[in-house]
């Protein structure tokens, strides 16, 4: 499965993995606009338990694949997307690629919490599960007698969408899957212009921040280039980025490694984006307005962010 990664395109070390293992696509599979790698993990050889019902009884049908398995995430940094929008789209490429969906459900009908935990799913922060809001599928095809099985797993935050795609058996049956770097909009989503003058805030969740520090990642970061053309539009506006942590660590800690934060992303916006700074301030809440529950892992990934608030609109 090839990945095209947004906004800088393939880079070396996918180029590299191509190459070593001489896949041939027969097929694009399109992902959600705006969707950003989160991980990947491709193996020549392997077995893939693919699931073909639901669990049910303490067990969970499935068919093995044995051959090429690859594992990728993606995040799609988009408020609103609920997860039929995220399947639904991908379903239909399979379906007209010639592939036969031997299997569709969501959440509690899939089996809860049982089913989640008996499939394949890369670990947080690569992909993120929300129990009560997923859905799955499992998918086959042959061609000229090479066999290949694909399943998607979708989930969503009130703030992003996350997609899963493993596929297994003979590469050549095997299709593509492309991201398109843009800037996201989506049927009842909101861009981040209409989250901020709608409800005056807007999480900048594909950022990506080394563990324990203020550094801002390498990029480059949608989110950041979408909050750029928005301030440069709208010269009155000025916004706080407002960074957040997880509950780990003292709270005096906590809101000065959140603030330093968010002057990171600040900095990046003057010094890459060319944004002025007069229109950005930059403030740390520490652990003090979390989104979801610290207890675990998922939990505190979504907690840890940066956000985007609208203060002014002279």
Not at 40 to 61: E, H, I, K, M, N
Not at 145 to 172: H, K, M, N, P, Y
Request: with cysteine; glycine share 8%; aromatic share 6%.
């Amino acid at each position: 499965m090839t990945n095209t990664m947004p906004a800088t395109g393939r880079t070396a070390a996918a180029a590299a993995l191509l190459s070593l293992l001489a896949v041939t696509p027969l097929s694009a599979l399109d992902l959600p606009r705006g969707a950003v790698s989160d991980g990947a993990q491709v193996r020549a050889f392997d077995s893939y338990a693919l699931p073909t019902g639901p669990w049910s009884d303490g067990l969970l049908p499935t068919e093995t694949f044995e051959g090429r398995v690859s594992r990728q995430a993606w995040r799609i940094p988009v408020a609103g997307l609920t997860t039929l929008q995220l399947i639904a789209p991908l379903r239909d490429q399979l379906e007209a690629d010639g592939f036969d969906i031997v299997f569709e459900c969501q959440a509690e009908v899939c089996g809860g919490f049982d089913f989640r935990f008996s499939i394949d799913v890369l670990p947080a922060p690569e992909m993120f599960v929300d129990l009560a809001r997923y859905r799955f599928l499992s998918a086959w095809r042959a061609v000229d007698g090479a066999r290949s099985a694909v399943s998607v797993l979708v989930s969503r935050t009130d703030e992003a969408g996350f997609v899963q795609i493993i596929q297994a058996g003979d590469a050549a049956a095997q299709a593509t899957v492309t991201a398109t770097a843009s800037r996201v909009t989506s049927a009842g989503a909101l861009s981040l212009g209409e989250a901020l003058e709608t409800d005056g805030r807007y999480i900048l969740s594909d950022l990506a921040f080394e563990t324990g520090s203020s550094a801002l990642g390498a990029g480059p970061f949608a989110s950041l280039a979408t909050l750029a053309d928005y301030l440069k539009a709208n010269p009155g506006r000025r916004v706080a980025l407002v960074g957040h942590t997880d509950s780990t660590g003292s709270l005096d800690g906590n809101i000065a490694l959140s603030k330093r934060r968010a002057g990171s992303v600040r900095q990046r916006l003057i010094d890459t984006h060319g944004v002025p700074a007069a229109q950005m301030a930059a403030e740390g809440m520490g652990y003090l307005a979390p989104l979801t529950s610290n207890l675990t892992p998922e939990g505190r990934d979504r907690n840890r962010r940066v956000e985007v608030i609208l203060i002014s609109t002279e």
